[in-house]
Protein backbone atom coordinates (compact mmCIF):
# COMPACT_ATOMS: atom_id res chain seq x y z
CA UNK A 1 0.00 0.00 0.00
CA UNK A 2 1.27 3.22 -1.39
CA UNK A 3 0.84 6.24 1.45
CA UNK A 4 -1.40 7.80 -0.51
CA UNK A 5 -3.98 5.02 -0.48
CA UNK A 6 -6.47 4.51 2.22
CA UNK A 7 -6.37 2.30 4.92
CA UNK A 8 -9.55 0.59 5.48
CA UNK A 9 -8.53 -2.00 7.79
CA UNK A 10 -8.47 0.20 10.64
CA UNK A 11 -11.86 0.52 12.79
CA UNK A 12 -10.96 3.42 14.31
CA UNK A 13 -12.58 6.61 13.23
CA UNK A 14 -10.76 9.59 11.39
CA UNK A 15 -12.39 13.28 11.73
CA UNK A 16 -14.50 14.12 8.85
CA UNK A 17 -16.41 10.31 9.43
CA UNK A 18 -19.05 11.79 10.80
CA UNK A 19 -22.05 12.21 8.62
CA UNK A 20 -23.52 15.78 8.39
CA UNK A 21 -27.04 14.38 8.28
CA UNK A 22 -28.65 11.46 10.66
CA UNK A 23 -30.01 10.49 13.79
CA UNK A 24 -28.23 11.92 17.22
CA UNK A 25 -29.50 10.25 20.12
CA UNK A 26 -28.89 12.31 23.53
CA UNK A 27 -28.97 10.22 26.66
CA UNK A 28 -30.62 12.67 29.40
CA UNK A 29 -33.10 14.94 28.81
CA UNK A 30 -31.93 17.70 31.73
CA UNK A 31 -31.19 21.69 30.93
CA UNK A 32 -28.08 19.94 28.86
CA UNK A 33 -30.10 17.36 26.83
CA UNK A 34 -32.60 20.15 25.87
CA UNK A 35 -30.11 22.47 24.56
CA UNK A 36 -28.59 20.35 22.89
CA UNK A 37 -31.16 18.62 21.29
CA UNK A 38 -31.99 21.99 19.76
CA UNK A 39 -28.76 23.00 18.60
CA UNK A 40 -28.90 19.46 16.47
CA UNK A 41 -32.12 20.01 15.56
CA UNK A 42 -31.11 23.49 14.04
CA UNK A 43 -28.49 21.63 12.03
CA UNK A 44 -30.52 19.53 10.26
CA UNK A 45 -30.34 16.34 12.64
CA UNK A 46 -33.12 14.07 13.46
CA UNK A 47 -32.81 13.92 17.52
CA UNK A 48 -34.03 11.41 19.99
CA UNK A 49 -34.21 12.42 23.84
CA UNK A 50 -33.94 9.52 26.03
CA UNK A 51 -34.39 9.38 29.20
CA UNK A 52 -36.18 6.92 32.01
CA UNK A 53 -38.78 9.08 33.02
CA UNK A 54 -41.25 9.60 29.89
CA UNK A 55 -44.48 11.26 32.00
CA UNK A 56 -41.80 13.65 33.93
CA UNK A 57 -38.94 14.60 32.44
CA UNK A 58 -39.33 13.80 28.95
CA UNK A 59 -42.80 15.94 29.03
CA UNK A 60 -40.90 18.83 30.71
CA UNK A 61 -38.54 18.66 28.16
CA UNK A 62 -40.49 18.79 25.08
CA UNK A 63 -42.62 21.54 26.78
CA UNK A 64 -39.59 23.78 27.45
CA UNK A 65 -38.10 23.29 24.17
CA UNK A 66 -41.03 24.03 22.42
CA UNK A 67 -42.69 26.79 25.13
CA UNK A 68 -39.19 27.97 25.49
CA UNK A 69 -35.60 27.30 23.77
CA UNK A 70 -37.48 27.47 20.13
CA UNK A 71 -39.75 30.59 20.65
CA UNK A 72 -37.13 32.54 22.19
CA UNK A 73 -34.82 31.40 19.12
CA UNK A 74 -37.89 32.60 16.82
CA UNK A 75 -38.33 36.06 18.26
CA UNK A 76 -34.42 36.14 17.70
CA UNK A 77 -34.28 34.78 14.26
CA UNK A 78 -32.28 32.16 15.05
CA UNK A 79 -34.05 29.34 14.16
CA UNK A 80 -31.34 28.55 11.24
CA UNK A 81 -31.65 27.56 7.52
CA UNK A 82 -33.05 24.09 8.17
CA UNK A 83 -36.89 25.13 9.18
CA UNK A 84 -39.63 26.94 11.02
CA UNK A 85 -40.12 26.01 14.85
CA UNK A 86 -42.30 23.09 13.72
CA UNK A 87 -39.61 21.81 11.24
CA UNK A 88 -37.05 22.18 14.49
CA UNK A 89 -39.61 20.32 16.72
CA UNK A 90 -40.76 17.48 14.06
CA UNK A 91 -36.58 16.65 14.29
CA UNK A 92 -37.15 16.05 17.76
CA UNK A 93 -38.83 12.82 19.16
CA UNK A 94 -38.24 11.17 22.91
CA UNK A 95 -37.44 7.55 24.38
CA UNK A 96 -37.37 5.76 27.23
CA UNK A 97 -35.90 2.54 25.14
CA UNK A 98 -32.32 3.07 24.72
CA UNK A 99 -31.88 -0.06 22.54
CA UNK A 100 -34.18 1.49 19.87
CA UNK A 101 -32.68 4.92 20.65
CA UNK A 102 -29.39 3.64 19.54
CA UNK A 103 -30.92 2.03 16.00
CA UNK A 104 -29.61 3.43 13.32
CA UNK A 105 -27.79 6.40 15.44
CA UNK A 106 -25.18 8.31 13.86
CA UNK A 107 -23.64 10.09 17.15
CA UNK A 108 -24.75 9.33 20.85
CA UNK A 109 -24.02 11.67 23.28
CA UNK A 110 -24.24 11.75 27.29
CA UNK A 111 -25.88 14.23 29.42
CA UNK A 112 -26.94 12.30 32.55
CA UNK A 113 -26.18 13.86 36.33
CA UNK A 114 -22.62 14.01 37.84
CA UNK A 115 -22.96 10.87 38.96
CA UNK A 116 -19.48 8.43 38.71
CA UNK A 117 -21.63 5.21 38.95
CA UNK A 118 -24.58 6.55 37.28
CA UNK A 119 -22.25 7.53 33.78
CA UNK A 120 -20.54 4.06 34.23
CA UNK A 121 -23.78 2.25 34.02
CA UNK A 122 -24.67 4.22 31.29
CA UNK A 123 -21.85 3.27 29.19
CA UNK A 124 -22.02 -0.18 30.55
CA UNK A 125 -25.58 -0.35 28.78
CA UNK A 126 -24.39 1.60 25.44
CA UNK A 127 -21.61 -0.19 25.03
CA UNK A 128 -24.06 -3.60 25.43
CA UNK A 129 -26.52 -2.42 23.41
CA UNK A 130 -24.62 -1.33 20.74
CA UNK A 131 -22.97 -4.87 20.53
CA UNK A 132 -25.81 -6.50 20.30
CA UNK A 133 -27.16 -3.92 17.60
CA UNK A 134 -24.10 -4.73 15.79
CA UNK A 135 -24.66 -8.44 15.33
CA UNK A 136 -28.26 -8.21 13.98
CA UNK A 137 -30.13 -7.11 11.18
CA UNK A 138 -32.18 -4.64 13.07
CA UNK A 139 -31.84 -1.27 11.86
CA UNK A 140 -29.52 -2.19 9.25
CA UNK A 141 -26.06 -1.52 11.20
CA UNK A 142 -24.20 -4.56 10.20
CA UNK A 143 -21.32 -2.49 8.26
CA UNK A 144 -17.93 -1.14 9.94
CA UNK A 145 -18.43 2.60 9.33
CA UNK A 146 -22.11 2.28 11.00
CA UNK A 147 -20.60 0.70 14.07
CA UNK A 148 -17.72 3.41 14.01
CA UNK A 149 -20.38 6.20 13.27
CA UNK A 150 -22.66 4.60 16.60
CA UNK A 151 -19.81 4.33 18.76
CA UNK A 152 -18.74 8.38 19.16
CA UNK A 153 -19.69 8.82 22.20
CA UNK A 154 -19.21 12.70 23.82
CA UNK A 155 -18.18 13.66 26.98
CA UNK A 156 -16.67 16.64 27.30
CA UNK A 157 -16.81 18.83 29.98
CA UNK A 158 -18.56 21.45 27.62
CA UNK A 159 -21.77 21.07 28.37
CA UNK A 160 -23.04 23.88 30.12
CA UNK A 161 -21.88 25.82 27.36
CA UNK A 162 -24.75 25.09 25.66
CA UNK A 163 -26.93 26.22 27.76
CA UNK A 164 -25.95 30.60 26.85
CA UNK A 165 -26.48 29.39 23.09
CA UNK A 166 -29.84 29.13 23.76
CA UNK A 167 -30.98 30.80 26.79
Not at 34 to 49: I, K, M
Not at 83 to 98: E, F, H, P, Q, Y
Not at 101 to 123: D, M, R, S, Y
Not at 124 to 141: A, R
Request: proline fraction near 3%; aromatic fraction near 6%; charged fraction near 30%.
Amino acid sequence: MSKHDKDTSTSKPKAGDVPLTGKVVLIGSGVIGRNWAVLFARGGFDVVLYDIKKNEQLEEAMKDIKESKLRLLEQYNMLGKNGSTKDLLDRISVSTNLKDALCNAIFVQEGVPENVTLKQNVFEEVDKLLYELSQTKKGDMATKQQWNALYRVLLPPLFHRSSAAIE
